[in-house]
């Protein structure tokens, strides 16, 4: 007897399920896991359904579920397990956790039609006939007609043109003359021309293959199988005309295929690299394969310095994976990085493409949910994407994969607050797989995890074929400045590195961690300086917009031309940034081709493709970017690295600091020096003597680990102690002060109970985006004790009518900014 009530988990911020009943009609179709529509105070929101329940609550009314809209349920049940213990872990939504990790909701909208049926079509013409028609209203019949005038299909949106109420429609389809249909098809699929050879020996009588035509051959038969008809004309350097004729003559078949959104010009030319596994590699993928020989969970930490070939190691694990008939996520930190690492996987797991899905942010909604889908359906078994790609619905996985695990962008800054590494080792739990982490600079939870041995340590120590580590060195700013008496954002020593580069025709990344022109503006006559209107943040120059910005809230105002506070002339930019780096490098090396890459340059895919792809080509001798440039890529050609200030990370007030700098200096390093050409690395500080610099110039993880655990243990932070940062914030100064200190009695019940709360204080960022913010840090050896402590606490909000939406709670904070 199928059950009656289901909860269901719904994108609202509440911390519970909410309990429908199953019509009759929808008994057998509603699935654990399954989307559907249902009514939540006036609106439709759609939810996942997350139990069956015999036994409503009694203290409500219950409604309906009103629509399923998975035909297979949208989550598996591990995602179902996995969203729980997201929610609880985290302290997050249920629901909203579930649409984090769910497809975005195009079906809705893009896909679904309405049609005339057999039956319509014969009232249509009768309608055309100008026979009255008695039974039924003026407003359906209008539908009857516009549908006959639009050829028997009409969208949702159109329908909504027509300004006429759902119920009419509802009971035209209830009567069998208009159906509603769900289109699997996206809207824009392309074609494209794929060509194979055909495979037939030729007969003794036809003539022997001309050397172009080998080529063909060799490519589409032994090298890469079919190719799209522009690969394969550029890769074979022959005409269409010439491909045309052979397809007359019998030598190659031609299909036509719907592209695949993940396949995309980036890849042309592209035949993945093909090594045998040095010694190194060797040792730590035969760890890897001896996991799945057990076929159990484990998690393994593949330590590897920049360029010792790690994604090798992740390559030949996925197809380890394969091979036992499992599938793979990879996790990569940036959007960047998916074209580089997607494109090996797509070379290497099949030669059309198939197979591999790749799911990022910048996808548009429909190209997402395509992907999504192809994944549940089992058309690809693996998958790259970034950090929401831990969720893809993936059955039988045998394989995470998180490259540069140590990096934040895996951490969601915004509710639920996850963090994409440790939910994948959950996952690979809850689905008894392997969890590879794999970094030049692990997290410092992460080596500690792993020399405690929590985690097995696989090494790889010294970069491939033997190459050395790129020669850094200090540029020591204050000296430059005693000599100079000048500060430039490139000090001598940097332009010499950069002239001698461009001699050499080698290609140089410059790092410089802000974006926009200036970071900030000062009034040197009264010392105000700009501010964001709704944040505590001052505010970015962008000259090439000429606004000022604020990077938290979108805000921007115009240039003030005199100080708005006492009207002086002497409203001064300081602070260097891309844009204005970019600037003062065209007027210093005015031959050099130059680009720029920072989230104001790339905004889409495309972007990034072009500039990374011109990079990589030779078509630019000098990149300047932020973040963005030190993960991952391998560019052969650079022989210098530059970091504009080493500073502006290591002086933040975070415990993280020193961490965040010694990793970014040291990828950042790891870019040089990647081919042939040896590499050189020059990095520009206040702050020579601090260790985190000393040692990225060593390159000495171990040296780094061991100073900076001693930091950790004796300031009590992770990973010796868990955290947590709450935040209570509110627009309304008198009330975030209110509650702070309702929550500050609650918490001080707990005094001596294993938890320390520090605060309420005053948040570093005490506005942001209009709301004042105060915050508090508890600190716990063990991070249950703090998981109890604070749903006591949200539970106390409820009570006392404090907002759930006003108490931020962010548990393993990567900062307490
Ligand atoms: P990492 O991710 O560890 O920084 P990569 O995986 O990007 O390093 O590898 C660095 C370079 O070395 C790549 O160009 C890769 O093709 C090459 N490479 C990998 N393995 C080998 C090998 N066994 N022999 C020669 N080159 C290799
Ligand atoms: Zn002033
Ligand atoms: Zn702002």
């Known amino acids: 007897m199928p059950a009656e009530y289901c909860n269901v988990a719904l994108p609202v911020p509440l911390r519970t399920a909410f309990t429908y009943a199953i019509p009759s009609t929808l008994r057998g179709e509603v699935q654990l896991g399954s989307r559907v529509v249902v009514p939540f105070r006036k609106k439709s929101l759609v939810g996942v359904v997350v139990e069956f329940v015999n036994t409503p609550p009694t203290e409500t009314k219950i409604r309906d579920v009103a629509k399923v809209l998975d035909l297979i349920p949208a989550l598996t049940p591990k995602l179902l397990q996995l969203g729980q213990w997201i929610a609880s872990y985290y302290l997050a939504p249920v629901g909203e956790v579930f649409r984090a990790m769910l497809p975005p909701v195009t079906e809705l909208t893009a896909r679904r039609q309405i049609v005339l049926t057999e039956a319509g079509k014969a009232l249509a013409n009768d309608v055309k006939a100008g026979k009255f028609l008695s039974d039924f209203s003026p407003n359906e019949t209008e539908v009857i007609e516009t549908l006959r005038e639009r050829k028997g299909v009409l969208t949702f949106s159109s329908y909504s043109k027509l300004r006429i109420e ?321 500060t430039s954002p490139i000090s001598k020593k940097l332009h010499q590195g950069i002239a001698e580069c461009l001699q050499s025709q080698t290609q140089a990344l410059i790092l410089i961690n802000r974006r926009g022109y200036s970071w900030s503006v000062l009034c040197r006559s009264c010392g105000a300086s700009a501010q964001c209107a709704n944040c505590s943040i001052s505010l970015t120059y962008h000259k090439s917009r000429n606004r000022l910005e604020c990077h938290y809230c979108g805000y921007t105002q115009a240039v003030p031309k005199t100080c708005p506070k006492c009207d002086s002339k002497y409203v001064y930019f300081f602070g260097v940034g891309s844009e204005h780096l970019e600037e003062r490098l065209r007027k210093e090396f005015p031959g050099a081709r130059i680009g720029r890459l920072d989230r104001d340059t790339v905004r889409t895919k495309q972007q990034y493709q072009e500039t990374l792809g011109a990079f990589a080509g030779g078509a630019l001798d000098i990149l300047v970017g932020t973040q963005m440039l030190a993960k991952g890529h391998d560019f052969r050609r650079v022989t210098l690295v530059g970091v504009i200030s080493a500073d502006s990370s290591l002086n933040l007030p975070d415990f993280r600091a020193a961490e965040r700098t010694f990793q970014l200096l040291t990828q950042v390093a790891g870019r040089a020096g990647r081919g042939d050409l040896p590499g050189r690395v020059l990095i520009q500080t206040y702050n020579p003597e601090h260790y985190a610099i000393q040692d990225a110039v060593r390159q000495d993880y171990l040296s780094f680990y061991e100073k900076e655990l001693h930091f950790r243990r004796m300031m009590a932070y992770p990973p010796f102690t868990s955290l947590a940062n709450v935040i209570v914030r509110d627009t309304n100064l008198d009330y975030a002060i209110r509650w702070s200190r309702r929550l500050s009695e609650y918490f001080s019940q707990s005094d001596g109970k294993g938890v320390r709360v520090l605060g309420p204080a005053s948040a570093p960022l005490a506005r942001l985006k209009k709301e004042h913010r105060f915050q508090f840090v508890l600190k716990s050896p063990r991070r249950s004790v703090i998981t109890k402590l604070l749903s006591g606490a949200l539970a106390f909000c409820d009570v006392n009518g404090i907002p759930q939406t006003a108490v931020m709670v962010d548990m393993d904070p990567l900062t307490l900014m």
């Open 166 to 486: 759902l119920a009419f429609l509802r009971r035209l389809v209830k009567r069998g003359y208009v159906e509603v249909q769900e289109s699997v098809e996206g809207r824009k699929r392309k074609v494209q021309t794929v060509i194979a050879w055909n495979g037939r020996e030729p007969s003794p009588e036809t003539k022997p293959l001309a050397e172009k035509e080998q080529r063909i051959r060799a490519l589409l038969e032994t090298e890469l199988g079919a190719l799209p008809l522009p690969q394969l004309l550029k890769l074979a350097g022959v005409s269409r005309a010439m491909i045309e004729r052979m397809l007359r003559d019998g030598l190659l078949d031609s299909w036509e295929e719907t592209i695949d959104p993940a396949d995309d010009p980036f890849d042309v030319g592209y035949s993945a690299p093909a090594h045998s596994l040095n010694e190194s590699q060797e040792r730590a993928f035969g760890a890897v394969r001896t996991r799945f020989e057990f076929g159990e969970f484990g998690v393994q930490l593949l330590h590897g310095v920049t360029g010792s070939g790690k994604t090798e190691v992740y390559l030949r694990s996925v197809q380890d994976a394969l091979a036992h008939g499992k599938t793979a996520i990879v996790l990569v930190p940036e959007i960047a990085l998916t074209l580089w690492i997607g494109r090996q996987c797509r070379a290497w797991f099949g030669a059309q493409f198939e197979g591999v899905a790749v799911l990022h942010s910048a996808l548009s909604d429909v190209e997402r949910a395509r992907e999504w889908w192809r994944v549940r359906n089992g058309q690809a078994r693996v998958v790259v994407g970034t950090r929401s790609a831990v969720f893809a619905p993936l059955e039988n996985l045998g394989l995470v994969i998180v490259d540069e695990e140590q990096e934040n962008s895996f951490k969601q800054e915004e509710t639920p607050r996850y963090h994409g590494r440790d939910v994948a080792i959950v996952r690979a739990k809850l689905e008894n797989a392997v969890a590879l982490l794999g970094s030049a600079t692990p997290a410092m939870e992460t080596y500690h995890n792993a020399t405690s041995g929590k985690y097995e340590l696989l090494t790889m120590a010294s970069r491939v074929e033997n190459r050395s580590l790129a020669m850094v060195e200090i540029v020591d700013l204050r000296e430059e400045f005693q000599q100079t008496h000048q």
